[in-house]
């Protein structure tokens, strides 16, 4: 079973629209958890951690279930400039640990 | 900002040969870490190192492999003898050890074997 798995997508919506992205992993020793960006040939570059309580980063939502080891991200009022893909990634462990990718889903938002 | 850099942005090499991808890391930063991400696939774990070893590796980083910190400021990678599937982009990271910083990537080498 991969370390994590995503909706594969493509996502394709309108602007000013609401979508969401989950996320699965199979390891329970994770204990952080992270929403990256990847533009199209580019460095993933954090968008979240991603806290128990859950957490909100204006217009991104996300969610952690650890009893489901389910992770979501919700982006509301969808701009263009967020069409990218959406990288989920775990650490176990140290906080200086590897991280674990999830393979991304791709979001294009249309005018 | 500060960034993580990394060169040459695109190497170009024949199977078989060796090469070294370079990057410095951000100067106050003390863990190092190189990923690489073959095209459409996910981001990979290669090794972390930190106090002039590595502390973890993966089983793609195989003894074709190596890293190292011949000076204070630049981290490299080696491929011995490259293989077609060795091309990917490889990432370079680095983090602090302050509670809550994040992993700060560098922009890539884009690695192609033929």
């Known amino acids: 079973r991969k370390e994590v798995e995503q909706d594969p997508g493509p996502f394709n919506v309108p602007e000013g629209a609401t979508v969401a992205f989950n996320c699965t992993y199979s390891n329970s020793a994770s204990q952080s958890f992270f929403w990256y960006r990847q533009d199209c040939r580019k460095e993933p570059k954090l968008l979240m951690s991603v806290y128990s309580s859950g957490n909100e980063d204006g217009r991104f939502t996300a969610q952690l279930n650890r009893a489901s080891q389910y992770i979501s991200l919700l982006i509301r009022d969808s701009k263009l400039s967020d069409s990218a893909t959406y990288l989920c990634?775990?650490?176990?462990?140290?906080?200086?640990?590897?991280?674990?990718f999830g393979r991304g889903t791709q979001l294009t938002v249309w005018p | 900002e500060p960034e993580v850099t990394q060169t040459p942005s695109h190497q170009v090499t024949q199977m078989g040969q060796e090469v070294i991808l370079r990057c410095v890391p951000i100067?106050?930063?003390?863990?190092f870490y190189w990923y690489r991400q073959i095209l459409g696939q996910k981001v990979e774990f290669l090794v972390s190192?930190?106090?002039?070893?590595?502390?973890?590796k993966s089983e793609i980083f195989d003894d074709q492999f190596s890293v190292e910190r011949p000076d204070g400021s630049n981290f490299t990678l080696k491929i011995r003898s490259t293989k077609l599937e060795d091309s990917a982009m490889y990432f370079c990271a680095s983090i602090s050890r302050e509670a809550g910083s994040p992993l700060h990537f560098g922009n890539g080498t884009r690695l192609t074997v033929t």
């Open positions: 990634v775990v650490q176990r462990g140290s906080t200086l640990g590897r991280l674990y």
């Open positions: 100067s106050n930063h003390l863990y």
């Open positions: 190192f930190y106090n002039n070893e590595i502390s973890e």
